[in-house]
C-alpha cells in the first residue's frame, strides 16, 4: 500500500513582508532520491515524499535510522538534488544553497583555532556581509544564548551544550528564513538535551523562524513541533503527519500531560509500520 500524501499547512500563514499570500513557504512536491552504492546498485533513500510548510511552522521528522531524515535535509538545502520530484521555496524553484537557509548538525563543526565570537561570524565573512553590522548581532546571540562571557574562548573550553548553542548562533546570525536542524542534540546528555530543547522553543518564538528538525526521539519529536512528519523504513515515505495542537509556550512539564502522551502514543505506532505501510511485530513480521 503506498503511503505517498501531500501535507498542506495546518494553519493559515501569518502575513510577512514579500511574501506571496497562499504560497507555503516551502513545498516539497514527489520528492525520491536514489543512490548509487559502491558497487553500482542503486539505493533508494526517499520515496514520494510530499509536504507543504508554512512560515513560522516547526517541524520534526522522526523515523528509524536510515530512513532518509537526513537526505530530506540536504535536499532541502540544496546541497544534493533529488532525483525526482521538486523543491519550491516560497513558489520559486530551489536549485542549490541559499543564503535563506541556515544549518545546524549533530556536530556543532567549530573551528578549534577561531574564538567563539569569530566561528559565529563564517557565515557574515562567507557571505561578504558588513563585518561591523553583523559582529555587534553575533555578540547580542551569543548574549541571548548566555554566552557573553564566552565569545574569546576557543571551542575546547566550552561543553558540549555550550558549543551547540554557538553552532545555532552561527547559524541565525545573517538571518535566514529557515532553520534545518540535523539531530543537534543527539551527542549530548539527557539532561542537556532537555535544557537545549526548551532553549531552541524560546529561540524559535523569539526570532519566528521556519523550522525542519531532524530527530530520533518520540519525546523531542512531540515536545517541540507544530507538526510531526513520521516516516516509515528505507525506502523513507511519509507514514502520516500529525498536528501538535499544545499550547505554547511549552516546558518540560507537558511532556507528563494526558494530551502528550497520546501524540507520543500515535508517533511510537507509526513507527511500527514497514515502507509498504504494513505493522511490523515485534518478530519482524507482518502483525
Known sequence: MALTRRAGPSRPAPDSPGKEPGVAEIRLDDISKTYTASRGSAVQAV????????????????????????????????????????????GATQLGPTPEIGVVYQQPLLLPWRSVLDNVMIPVEVLKLPKAEYRAKARDLLSLLGLADFEKSYPHQLSGGM???????????????????DEPFGALDAITRDQMSVELMRISAKFQKTVVFV?????????????????????????????????RPRDLAIVNTPEFGVLAEK????????????TVGNEGKEA
Not at 528509524?64 to 535536499?75: F, Q
Open 47 to 90: 520515496v514520494d515524499f510530499s509536504i507543504d510548510i508554512n512560515s513560522g511552522e516547526f517541524i520534526t521528522l522522526v523515523g528509524p535510522s536510515g530512513c532518509g531524515k537526513s537526505t530530506i535535509l540536504k535536499i532541502l538545502a540544496g546541497l544534493v538534488p533529488p532525483t525526482a520530484g521538486s523543491i519550491e521555496l516560497r
Open 163 to 181: 558549543q551547540q548553542r554557538v553552532g545555532i548562533a552561527r547559524a541565525l546570525v545573517y538571518d535566514p528564513a529557515i532553520l534545518l536542524m
Open 215 to 247: 530527530t530520533h526521539s518520540i519525546t523531542e519529536a512531540v515536545l517541540l513541533a507544530d507538526r510531526v512528519v513520521v516516516m516509515t523504513p528505507r525506502p523513507g515515505r511519509i507514514a502520516d503527519i500529525l498536528d501538535v495542537q499544545l499550547p
Open 267 to 278: 508517533v511510537r505506532n507509526l513507527l511500527q509500520l514497514d515502507a509498504d505501510g504494513a
